[in-house]
């Protein structure tokens, strides 16, 4: 329970901190009395203080350190709020490792695969010569087949035309 009140209040010395510090500023521009602070700029505070239960979070400005201080029997202490930093980085890299699959992904579905050439149009000097002659003669048959079929639709047509002729001149 202390670990998850200790990361709430760093999440609100993270966000409130510089906010009320802002704000703080725009107030003193606002009552428009010049301080010798406003007309220097003086850089910000190494530590930012915010209370919490039983102590107050101190957050380092310049390196994020954040420490826990408390009252001892001795005086005051801080102690470094634990950070779990190796498991951060490790999510971090496996995060970026999806996000660079995931673009592959994407740019695999955008380009479409180039279209394969018809098996006809394959280039015969890849097949061995006996192959090329088998090819050869298998063309050579189809098409005497092929002028046989049409020579016998013509003959089919011419037959008819002769039939249609006499049943005219039968008729007439």
């Not at 010395?13 to 003193?28: F, H, L, N, R, Y």
């Not at 919490?52 to 408390?70: I, W």
């Amino acid at each position: 329970m202390r670990k998850i009140s200790l990361a709430v209040a760093m999440f609100l010395v993270s966000a409130v901190g510089p906010a009320a510090a802002q704000t703080q500023a725009e107030g003193q521009k606002v009552e428009g009395q010049k301080t010798e602070s406003q007309t220097q700029t003086q850089p910000p505070a190494r530590y930012a203080f915010n209370p919490v239960n039983d102590g107050f979070l101190r957050l380092d400005n310049v390196s994020g350190q954040v420490s826990f201080c408390s009252p001892t029997s001795a005086g005051w202490a801080c102690q470094a709020v634990p950070e779990d930093r190796a498991a951060l980085e490790k999510e971090i890299a496996r995060l970026q490792d999806e996000v660079t699959s995931l673009k592959q992904q994407v740019t695999a579905l955008r380009d479409p695969p180039p279209p394969r050439p018809p098996a006809e149009l394959a280039k015969p000097d890849s097949a061995p010569p006996s192959a090329q002659n088998d090819h050869a003669a298998e063309l050579r048959a189809d098409l005497s087949r092929a002028k046989a079929a049409v020579q016998s639709a013509w003959q089919h047509v011419v037959d008819m035309i002769k039939g249609f002729q006499k049943d005219l001149m039968r008729k007439g």
